[in-house]
Each structure stands twice: as C-alpha cells, then as structure tokens.
C-alpha cells in the first residue's frame, strides 16, 4: 500500500469517526447534523480515493474515481447547510440552499458520463488521475462560489458578534481557509502543476476544528493558540540546532578527550536540554509576549500591578474606582462593575465572585470587550486573581471602617469629658455668683463684680466651643499659593522681642520664596502655635530655632527648642484635644494644629529628648 493510499485511507476513517462524535453531541440541532453529512461526503471521497488508488485494473480506478467525485459533489451543499444553520440564518437561505442541493445532484446525474470525467491517466505524478471534461470545471466553479459565499458570510458575522461566540466563527473561518486551500490542490493535475494534493489532508484538520468549535462551549482561545504555537515552534527550532551543535562537539572534541561513545553523549545533551527547556520556555514567552503581543503584556502587567496593590488600599470608594478604571483602560472593557448581590450579576459576559473567608462580598462584573474579542482564559485567570484581591481589600476596607469608628467613638468620649472639665469652672463661678444675686442686688460692688465675671467666663465657653466646632469640622479654605518664607519671617519679628526678654537665642535659615499651596492665615495661626508652645517651654531661657528646606514634591519646616521636652507617654497624646500639661492650658491649640496641616494635605511629627522638635511637611502642589 502507497503512502497516498494509506493517508486516504486514515484521513476517509477520521472524517467518519467526527462525523459521528458531530452527530452524537447534537442529533437536534441542524449545525451538528449538516456537519456530520459533511464528514460523511468527505470519508465517502476519501474512501473511495484509496479503493482507486488500490485497484489495479484502469476500469476500475475510473469506477472509483466517479463515485469520490460523486461524493464531492455533495461537499459544498453540506457546507452550506452548515454555515446557514451555524448563522441561524437557515430560513433566509432555504432557496439558495435549495439551488445547491438541485445542482449536486444535476452532477451526480452526470457524473457516470464522459461529460464529467472522460477517463483516467497518468498526471501529476500520480498513477491515474481524472481527466477532467467540461462538466468537472463547472462543478470546479460551483464549488468556489459556494466556498466564498460561506466565507464571506462568516466574516459578516464574525464583526457583528462578540466574545465565545465571535471566537467559534473565528475557528471556522480558519478551518474554512485550511480545508479550501487544501481542496484547491487537488486541481493541480488538470493544470499539468506537479504538486502534490493534499485535500485529503486538509478535509480533515477543516473537520477537526469545526466539530471542535461546535461542540465545546468554552473554546480556547485562537490567539493563545497562535501565541503557544510560536512560542513552541521557536523552542523546537533552537532545541534542534542545539541538539545537533551538542551532538557535534560531544563528537568532535570530548568524545577524542573522554572516549565516551556517541549514544552517552546524546544521554548527556537530552539531560541538558531537559534541565534548561522549562527557565528557557518560560523567557521565550515572555519575549514572544513582550514583542508580538505587546497589549496583552502590557494589560497583565497592568491587571498584576492592580492586585498588588489592593490590598493596601483602605478606601472602599477609591479601591472600586482604581478596579474599575484599570480593567476598563487595560482590556478595553465597555463596562465594568462591583455589585453586592448576587442577583445583580446578569447581562455581563463575564462574572466573578468575590468571597473572602468563605463570605460572599459581591462580584467583579465585566460587559463584552470594544472589539468584540472574547476573554481569554489568560485574562480570565488574571481577573481571578484580581477578584481575590479585591475581596480581601474589601474586606480589609470594612474593618477599617469599624476601627475608624471605634476611635471616633473614643474621640468623642475624650471630648465630651474634655468639654465636661473646660465647662465646669466657668459654670461653677456662675452659678455661686447667679445663686447669691438676689441677697446683694443693692450691692453695687457685687454687681459690678458680677458684670465683670459673668461676660468673661461665658466668653471663655464659648471660646472652647467656637475651638471644639473648628476641630471636628474641616474648615473651607480659600487657597491659594502661600509664600512659607514670609510667615516664618513675621513669626520671628513677632517673636523677636518677647525671646530677647527670656533670654532665648532666636536662630533661622529659612530660603528665600518658600512657595507652597494653602491658606495664609490658617498656616499663620499653625507655625504660630508651635513657636509659642516653644517660647512657653523655656522660661529660663535657650535655645529656639526655625529650619526650612525644599525636598520632594514639599517643603519641611523644623520648629526646634531647648526646653525640658516631653515624656514619650505623653508625645503619643500630644495632639489629642484637651490634653495639656500646662497648667491652665486648653489643650486645643496642637489639636487644630495638626486637623490645620491634615487639611492642606500635610503631615506633621514631633520629636523630643533634650528638647523639643516639631516636623511640618507641606505639599508644593495644587490640592486636588
């Protein structure tokens, strides 16, 4: 038995066997069973090929050549069949698709007659082949036509659809490609063109894919398909000049050295390339990514860099923004969202639930790609992931929340017994002085104690409360940019003469044109604070100093003293409101100091051992 007779013989039982397993996985739907009369008319042909090429008799090789034609004849109308139905558009299609089935079997009528095939002889190399007459070339036509019209409504579809569905038309249209190319060989011979034809190997990779494409409903991927072909086509072209140059040396020079023989020398080079096939693979496809899919290298590093970050995001509202706008920007996505119920995950092409220690927080939804692609199963591993992440930030988001509001619960605890104390002496002198008015109304000594007392100890509450309503409410600022260098110079004019007076060294180096983006007066009023609680601080006298310096993105300001300092149990409470070590201090003035420095976007730190050091950091740039 030839080659070519064996090749038919395999490729005649493959069509049949896909025909069958078509068959079998969809006997109701009209794609399934137009396929599996395809795979039937393409075993019959092959079939028949390998009995004509097997007989030795010419009468009966042109016998079976007209019964493989005759099954050809049917090919194209099956096709046809097969891309109407897979298109749903059978109804609309039911004439044309009528016209075909008429003119197979027109051929099939002619085929036993020397107005489709005169007789047999040797061409193209081969034994015997068909010498065509005119019906054959119409039949030739007949078939490109009907090909090209199956083509060509596919690519109509193939724009039109989205996702799964626009990835199955995609393997259809290639398998089309393999099995027309392949089929167009077989004309070779009437041209006199010595090349061989490989229609009975094409039919069946045409077939292979096309049952394939039908039957899953998760296909894989064409593109990942293509990106592991290359990938493993280049490591099967560098591991064989690799092979073959090991080989070579081994042979040359260590097989003179070491006297091993040729079949440990090849051992040895398989062990080799064993060990560096997995580093080596793993390089090649992130080259190949990097230089012939640079968007999908650029989307997963994009969607990796998301998940690592995640987690470090506190913020529900800003974490699903950042979620959102990524994938959005990433893979071209038309719409994506965070939903918390379950029920609310329909009409997206894809859905992930985000769950975290087994609790269901929501899902990750995604509507179809811009072009229409589907997700890959690369994407959707990614995405996975990212979900995950997602859920554990999400979770971590809400207990963040729970801490918030326990530490302002405890905020407002301290507050309320901080107001409590403030309040209390105020309202202790007013009421001994309200409870002994009516005895001393002819007094006017009392009374004009009474008019002095009274005003000053509601103005001191009011004092606090006026303190108390800055602190727990952010202040509207106008802002502005704010020359730094001009309020730290005021200060030390200020300051200048009431230092001189404690017997304080007053030192500054501040740059000129300090620039930074606030409020003038509300940065006065912080610098202000410090400098005082500096010159409060060393009664007998030191050293005070004011630094200023440019650095990234900000400027740092250093209000330095050479007090007693602060015992560390009390800097961790330092801008806790009322706290005070002071006596008859209010402790407010370092708590709106630091809410003043949180709101222009700062930050700000205090240092003591011998002496006192605060830190304000200040940004350079517009607030959002």
Not at 6 to 19: K, N
Not at 311 to 329: H, N, P, W
């Amino acid at each position: 038995m030839s080659f070519h007779a064996g090749s038919l013989i395999f490729s005649g039982m493959a069509s049949l066997a896909l025909g069958v397993v078509s068959f079998w996985q969809g006997r109701s739907k009209l794609p399934n069973i137009s396929l599996a009369l395809t795979s039937l008319a393409v075993a019959c042909w092959c079939l028949a090929q390998a009995a004509g090429d097997l007989v030795p008799a010419k009468a009966e090789v042109l016998f079976w050549t007209r019964v493989n034609i005759g099954a050809a004849f049917f090919i194209p109308t099956f096709y046809l069949a097969f891309i109407l139905s897979l298109l749903d558009r059978l109804d609309r299609g039911r004439v044309l698709l009528g016209l075909a089935a008429l003119t197979s079997f027109i051929f099939l009528i002619l085929d036993f007659t020397p107005f489709m095939v005169a007789d047999v002889a040797p061409l193209g190399g081969h034994r015997y082949w068909a010498v065509y007459s005119p019906g054959y070339l119409l039949f030739a036509l007949f078939l490109a036509v009907v090909f090209v019209y199956g083509v060509y409504k596919l690519v109509q579809a193939y724009r039109s659809s989205t996702g799964q569905r626009r990835n199955q038309i995609l393997y259809v249209i290639l398998a089309s490609g393999i099995g027309i190319l392949g089929g167009a060989t077989n004309f070779a011979p009437i041209f006199n063109f010595n090349f061989p034809a490989l229609a009975h190997l094409a039919m069946p990779v045409y077939l292979v894919l096309t049952v394939y494409a039908i039957i899953r409903h998760q296909l894989l991927d064409i593109r990942v398909v293509f990106k592991r072909g290359l990938v493993y086509s280049i490591l099967t072209a560098l591991f064989t000049g690799l092979y073959l140059l090991l080989i070579f040396v081994f042979k040359e020079f260590f097989q003179v050295v070491t006297g091993w023989n040729s079949a440990l020398a090849a051992a040895v080079v398989v062990l080799v390339l064993a060990l560096v096939f997995e580093p080596l693979r793993a390089r090649l496809q992130e080259a190949a990514d990097r230089i012939f899919f640079r968007q999908k290298y650029d989307y997963q590093k994009a969607l990796q860099d998301l998940s690592s970050a995640a987690v470090s995001i506190f913020d529900e509202a800003e974490l699903k923004s950042r979620v959102i706008q990524t994938i959005k920007s990433a893979l071209q996505v038309s719409s994506v969202s965070l939903l918390g119920e379950e029920s609310d995950a329909v009409g997206f092409e894809l859905s992930l639930p985000l769950s975290c220690r087994g609790r269901y927080l929501g899902s990750l939804n995604l509507g179809p790609k811009l072009s229409g692609e589907m997700y890959s199963e690369e994407e959707i591993g990614l995405l996975s992931a990212l979900a995950n992440q997602v859920a554990v930030a999400l979770e971590n988001a809400g207990l963040y929340r729970q801490v918030l509001q326990s530490e302002k619960l405890t905020t407002i605890g301290t507050l309320a017994a901080g107001l409590a104390h403030e309040i209390k002496n105020p309202l202790a002198s007013i009421k001994g002085l309200t409870q002994i008015l009516p005895e001393n109304l002819n007094d006017p000594e009392f009374i004009n104690k009474y008019k002095e007392i009274v005003p000053r100890q509601l103005d001191r509450i009011n004092s606090i409360l006026e303190t108390l309503l800055r602190l727990g409410r952010p202040q509207k600022y106008a802002v502005g940019e704010v020359d730094l260098t001009k309020i730290l110079t005021d200060l030390v004019k200020l300051f200048e003469n009431q230092c001189r007076k404690q017997n304080i060294q007053l030192t500054i180096e501040v740059p000129e044109d300090l620039k930074v983006e606030g409020n003038a007066e509300a940065l006065m009023q912080v610098f202000m604070n410090l400098v005082m609680n500096a010159v409060e601080a060393m009664t007998k006298g030191g050293k005070l100093g004011m630094w200023a310096r440019r650095c990234e993105e900000g400027i740092e300001v250093r209000i330095t003293d050479s007090g007693a300092g602060i015992s560390p149990e009390n800097v961790k409470r330092i801008f806790d409101p009322f706290f005070t070590t002071k006596e008859g201090g209010a402790g407010m003035g370092l708590a709106v100091t630091y809410r003043v420095v949180k709101e222009h976007q700062g930050e700000i730190e205090v240092e003591s051992n011998k002496g006192t050091t605060f830190k304000v950091w200040l940004s350079t740039r517009p607030r959002a």
